[in-house]
């Protein structure tokens, strides 16, 4: 039988195993209980109650290894939510009802939980507010890491402006990301360059407004694992990939591969505070160096991705994120 507080709740999706499975063997080897829950399944597969009295406040969780109790979880890991997947015989018009109240249900019992001392990675609210993308920009230059010149816009007039600013180096991708999970099985929308052909083609603004930024010179690029004040670095060339050398996503497997890398200790202080300041205590950051050995700052993703990185270079990123999962409350 568990000692109090000795349950981890670690929040995912049914198709996301490799990070999870890490972070839960670490955890059991520091004599904690990691609980996975799948977050589609609420509410067909597990039941969630928030209870709350004059004289009585609780989170119950049951599933079918058991019922769970706020006291009884230390902390949460909010690795990924999906919305709720529901009986398919259900009219369009009560399916978003349901997906509606099971997302707010599952709100409250996260801040019931919080409210009863458990520790969150990241804090409630923290991962919303921190992909607010110019806000993150504007943080980053102001902590005096160098930014891309950049403009989030539906203004026709403005995406020409910059092309003309940048001399037609350019490219475009989305605000929020589409990918959620290394197994690649949900839409993605990567980064593209925009030429003097697209410019008569930006009609679909109407309908959603992206990101225009400056086209950095590559060396080779990094994906930065944040975990607290330590930084673990993979660096990835993918020059030699036609389709990747704008996104390296899209190259092929045998076209580059991911190696250690190195993030300079002024940019890496600069960037610890940067994720400091958006209230994360784990974030996924990502630079270009420049042939000249320049670091320039794209953005931090508070649910990145780092799987790749511990798989393929060892990077200890499940057991930094174990280390804080495990702290013991006060």
Not at 161 to 166: H, I, K, S, Y
Not at 213 to 234: I, N, P, S, T, Y
Request: net charge neutral; glycine share 10%.
């Amino acid at each position: 039988m568990s000692s109090p507080r000795d349950n981890v709740l670690l929040l995912t999706h049914g198709a996301d195993h490799y990070t999870v499975d890490r972070v839960a063997g670490e955890l059991s080897r520091r004599g904690l209980r990691p609980l996975r829950i799948d977050t589609e399944g609420f509410p067909a597969g597990w039941e969630l109650s928030s209870v709350l009295g004059p004289e009585r406040e609780d989170v119950l969780l049951r599933t079918s290894a058991g019922v769970l109790h706020a006291r009884e979880v230390r902390s949460v890991w909010l690795r990924r939510r999906m919305p709720a997947r529901l009986d398919a015989s259900l009219e369009p018009v009560w399916r978003e009802s349901c997906v509606r109240e099971s997302w707010a249900a599952l709100d409250g019992a996260l801040d019931g939980l919080a409210a009863a001392g458990c520790r969150f990675i990241n804090p409630l609210g923290s991962d919303v507010a921190a992909e607010n993308k110019p806000r993150q920009l504007r943080l980053a230059r102001a902590l005096g890491l160098e930014i891309p010149r950049t403009v989030v816009t539906n203004d026709e007039a403005q995406v020409r402006a910059l092309f003309d600013e940048v001399r037609g180096r350019m490219v475009a991708k989305m605000l929020t990301p589409l990918s959620q999970s290394m197994d690649g099985r949900r839409p993605f929308v990567y980064t593209s360059a925009i030429g003097p052909e697209h410019l008569g083609q930006l009609d679909g603004l109407r309908h959603a407004p992206m990101v225009f930024q400056e086209r950095v010179d590559k060396a080779h690029e990094l994906r930065v694992a944040v975990v607290g004040g330590r930084c673990f670095v993979g660096a990835i060339d993918a020059s030699r990939s036609v389709a990747g050398q704008v996104d390296w996503r899209r190259s092929r497997a045998d076209e580059c591969q991911w190696t250690h890398g190195e993030l300079p200790g002024s940019v890496a202080g600069r960037l610890v505070r940067l994720v400091a300041a958006l209230g994360l205590v784990y974030g996924a950051a990502d630079f270009i160096v420049t042939p000249e050995g320049r670091h320039v700052f794209l953005e931090v993703n508070p649910g990145g991705e780092w799987g790749m990185l511990e798989r393929e270079l060892g990077l200890p990123i499940a057991e930094a994120l174990a280390d804080a999962l495990a702290v013991p409350l006060p």
